[in-house]
């Protein structure tokens, strides 16, 4: 199988870069839609579509409802179709720039994502999550196309809840745990083939970058300051991670994550913040060294990330709880058989229950 890298046409972030999406966007289309839920149309509806009015674009905007679910996809893609919309701008969380990427394959038309949370890599990938009306996970979708620009304003960035911002960290320190195993094993990536050497530089530059800067960033992002280290932190959680999962690969942290999400319990956990409990478990099931482990889980708590299970909502789960995340994570669709190893479903429940007595351990020894 040949190696693929693939990747959006550009990216552009910093400071108040929302005023100039126009002068980066004029060349995408002549009708835009901007998709938003109410909280992001009010931070930045005003400043977007002048924006793109001043550079000669028509422009509506549609409301987003909260969930990126098949029926709002297809009530966004008649809108859009009745008004001949030519660029789709998706603007938000991982729900409405997922949502906003279904609408564009629909009518096949140009993309832009304009994440206004560093929370997780969905704004950079070719592929939705979709879920039902009521936030059950349905299905991914891949597409063939890439958004034509990711347009990241780090002043919204950094004036977002800081939840956000952390969860974004532990989504990007996850990349690299997972393109590493997959290259190790010589496993497939996202894109649908082998992972390049861009792909997996590119996930350790991510890991790299949010152990050198994470710590400052949140604190910067906590009194809704914009530093190097945010814009630092931002590109991590946002490119680097995004190229890095999909050419680089993913492996066990999202598996586990993907079947943390079977527990109801866990609703109220951000993406990232399972993801955190998914990559803890990858290292237990690893047998990394105790010190590497350790430090790990200290760094998540420095982070404000959670560690153990009863940090994402699932106090004392049962035997069978447990049981039905390590089944859904070893499911043969999913990307723990791209670890060096072959994976069981009664090694990742021992790997979450040891994680999580590791990371309780460590907190307790504070
Ligand atoms: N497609 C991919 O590659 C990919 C990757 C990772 C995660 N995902 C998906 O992304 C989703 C999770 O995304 P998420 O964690 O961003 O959450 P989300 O999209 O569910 O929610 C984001 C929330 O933040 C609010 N918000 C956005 N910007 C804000 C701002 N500047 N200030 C205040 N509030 C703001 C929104 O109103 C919304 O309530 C999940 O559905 C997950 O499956 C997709
Ligand atoms: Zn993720």
């Known amino acids: 199988m040949a190696q693929i890298f693939k990747s959006p046409a550009a990216y552009v972030q910093g400071r108040d870069v929302a005023e100039e999406i126009g002068s980066h966007a004029e060349e995408l289309g002549e009708e835009a839609v901007l998709i938003a839920d109410e909280i992001v149309l009010d931070i930045l509806e005003d400043r977007v ?12 905007s549609v409301e987003f409802n909260g969930e990126a679910s098949e029926t709002e996809i297809d009530r966004i893609t008649s809108l859009a179709e009745e008004q001949g919309i030519d660029l789709v701008i998706g603007a938000g969380g991982g729900k409405a720039l997922d949502t906003a990427k279904a609408v564009r394959t629909n009518i096949d038309e140009s993309m832009v994502s304009m994440p206004t949370v560093a929370s997780t890599d969905a704004p950079t990938s070719a592929l939705s999550v979709i879920y039902s009306e009521h936030g ?8 063939e196309d890439h958004p034509d620009l990711v347009l990241v304003d780090t002043a919204i960035i950094a004036d977002a809840p ?25 496993g497939d990536n ?23 800067h994470g710590l400052a960033a949140v604190d910067a992002v906590e009194r809704g300051a914009v530093t190097e280290s ?29 079947g943390l999400t079977q527990l109801e319990a866990t609703h109220d956990a951000t993406h990232g913040e399972k993801v955190n409990i998914g990559t803890i478990s990858q290292l237990a099931l690893e ?5 590497f482990i350790e430090e790990y889980v200290e ?8 560690v153990t299970l009863s940090d994402i909502g699932l106090d004392d ?26 994976v069981s479903s009664s090694m990742v429940r021992d790997a979450l229950l040891t994680a999580d007595e590791l990371s309780r351990r460590v907190r307790e020894n504070r």
């Open 287 to 291: 047998g990394r060294d105790d010190a």
């Open 190 to 212: 996202v894109v649908g083939g082998k992972p390049t050497r861009a792909g997996h530089h590119l996930a350790r530059l991510c890991y790299d970058t949010l152990c050198d």
């Open 162 to 186: 800081t939840r956000f911002f952390r969860s974004g960290i532990a989504d990007g320190l996850a990349t690299w745990f997972e393109a590493d195993a997959a290259n190790q094993s010589d």
């Open 317 to 342: 789960p049962s035997h069978n709880d447990l049981t039905v995340v390590a089944e859904a994570a070893c499911d043969e669709e999913e990307t723990i058989h791209n670890q060096p190893f072959a």
């Open 230 to 258: 945010v814009e630092a932190v931002t590109e991590a959680n946002t490119l680097l991670s995004g190229l890095g999962f999909e050419s680089g690969g993913l492996a066990a942290a999202h598996s586990i994550h993907n």
């Open 49 to 60: 579509l002048t924006s793109l009015e001043d550079a000669g674009l028509g422009t509506m």
């Open 299 to 306: 760094f998540s708590l420095d982070l404000g990330l959670p």
């Open 136 to 143: 059950e996970f349905q299905e991914y979708r891949f597409y």
